[in-house]
């Protein structure tokens, strides 16, 4: 889509955050999409589908990442890049792992590892979903399910808008874990670094980090969300930054500065950054009432 400005005020949906900086071109992202499915239709038979993470020591993301997308997924079309863990957290069933390698953190790594997968699986499945472990993808509620989504899916490729959920730990409790996060979290905020381009049914290449393609295309449905759980809870979020920052970082991810934010774990300094930085440049943290169609949702 072009991106000069549109006249007028924006034409908003209920869900739609009127902040957003993307706010003034829904209403053509959302023509052009409908333009596109009346030219080209739904595909006639649900597309076949695959969906890939990688993960390295998350006993509490991977739970709760499999308990979300098995609902949408067979065991055999889910793909976890097993990096080494030790928590025994992959030892379980419900899955394909693929056992790597590699001792640092290198996003150049993980994303050369991953897209190599996808365009690997995209010779035999019509679609692949890429997301971290802590990032759930989600239609709103009022559109239905993942799962009718991807069947009604025929586009070579889709952004999310991206949302992070953050604790207000002086108002609500720690997570209790194995019940719906959406019934325990009430804020979230918009953030444009997880526009991820997430879905596709032709091969992508990355930046690092998945936060968009290697040639910034840009295919906004202002109706699908990326929501990212890394600050779903205040002490789980520290205890992880623990962890990360306890791995050698490789020299490239330290020059760039690459999720640099996984290695705050001073109290104070993370306090800060947990409630007021959103880690981007030019992404405020704007919090918002999560919608309560959400409950439930995962």
């Known amino acids: 889509m072009t991106w000069e400005m549109p006249q007028g005020d924006p034409v908003l949906e209920p869900q739609d955050t009127p902040s957003h900086p993307m706010a003034p071109w829904f209403e053509k992202a959302r023509r052009e ?3 596109h499915y009346a030219a080209h239709g739904r595909p006639r038979r649900p597309p076949s589908r695959a969906i890939i993470t990688m993960a390295h020591n998350e006993s509490i993301f991977l739970p709760i990442w499999l308990d979300y997308y098995s609902r ?3 065991p055999e079309d889910i793909y976890v890049l097993d990096n080494e863990t030790t928590d025994g957290s992959t030892e379980r069933d419900g899955f394909v792992r693929i056992p790597v390698e590699h001792g640092e953190v290198d996003h150049r790594w993980m994303v050369d590892t991953i897209q190599g997968l996808q365009h690997e699986l995209l010779d035999k499945v019509d679609m692949v979903l890429v997301t971290d472990v802590d990032e759930m993808i989600a239609p709103v509620p009022e559109l239905g399910t993942l799962g009718d989504y991807l069947d009604g899916f025929n ?3 889709v952004n999310c808008l991206g949302y992070e959920i953050l604790h207000r730990k002086d108002r609500e409790p720690p997570l209790r ?6 019934d325990q979290r009430h804020w979230w ?3 444009g670094a997880y526009d991820k381009a997430a879905l596709a049914t032709v091969p992508l290449e990355w930046r690092p980090g998945f936060h968009g393609r290697a040639d910034f295309h840009f295919n906004p449905d202002p109706d699908l969300r990326l929501i990212h ?5 205040y002490d789980i979020c520290l205890d992880r930054h623990r962890t990360r920052g306890r791995k050698p970082w490789a020299q490239k991810d330290a020059e760039e500065g690459w999720a640099v934010h996984n290695q705050i774990t001073d109290e104070q300094d993370f306090e800060r950054w947990f409630m007021t930085d959103s880690s981007f440049e030019g992404f405020a ?3 918002e009432r999560i919608p309560s169609s959400w409950r439930g949702a995962f």
């Open 177 to 182: 874990l194995g019940e719906p996060i959406l």
């Open 33 to 35: 999409r409908r333009e």
């Open 72 to 74: 949408f997924f067979a």
């Open 155 to 157: 586009e070579d490729w």
């Open 189 to 191: 905020f918009f953030n």
């Open 285 to 287: 943290i704007q919090l």
């Open 229 to 233: 759980l890394h600050r779903m809870d």
